[in-house]
């Protein structure tokens, strides 16, 4: 099984960016579809973005999209989510995560490896 790790996430004010990061180890990252989701207090766990095994297919949640772009190092075993023109609704914890096979899924329940999350707070 893979086991991934979040980091990168911060305090910011509206209208600015994050680059949040997810380092693998362990099997085959190319294998994997990698996610990133993103829960906030009292809300249901929900799809961000994904981006399949080489990187030719990305998925965005409507929210984002314009806003975030999902990209990944497979030299690197890592996945990024560039997060640009943050906005108060976007605090959450991200959380990145990973399934084997070459279809892109927004059902978290779909996604069988996660990190601990990565804390993004936007306030003004």
């Known amino acids: 099984q893979v086991q991934l790790v979040e980091f990168g996430g911060g305090l910011v004010q509206p209208g600015a960016s994050l680059r949040l990061s997810c380092a693998a180890s362990g099997g085959t990252f190319s294998s994997y579809v990698m996610g990133w989701f993103r829960q906030a207090p009292g809300k249901e766990r929900e799809f961000v973005a994904a981006?399949?095994?080489?990187?030719?297919?990305?998925l965005y949640a409507n929210s984002v999209k314009g806003r975030f772009t999902i990209s990944r190092d497979n030299a690197k075993n890592s996945v990024y989510l560039q997060t640009n023109s943050l906005k108060l609704e976007d605090t959450a914890v991200y959380y990145c995560?990973?399934?084997?096979?070459?279809?892109?899924?927004?059902?978290?329940?779909?996604?069988?490896?996660w990190g601990q999350g990565t804390q993004v707070t936007v306030s003004s």
């Open positions: 995560a990973a399934r084997r096979g070459g279809s892109i899924y927004s059902t978290p329940t779909l996604y069988t490896a």
């Open positions: 981006v399949t095994g080489i990187g030719f297919n990305t």
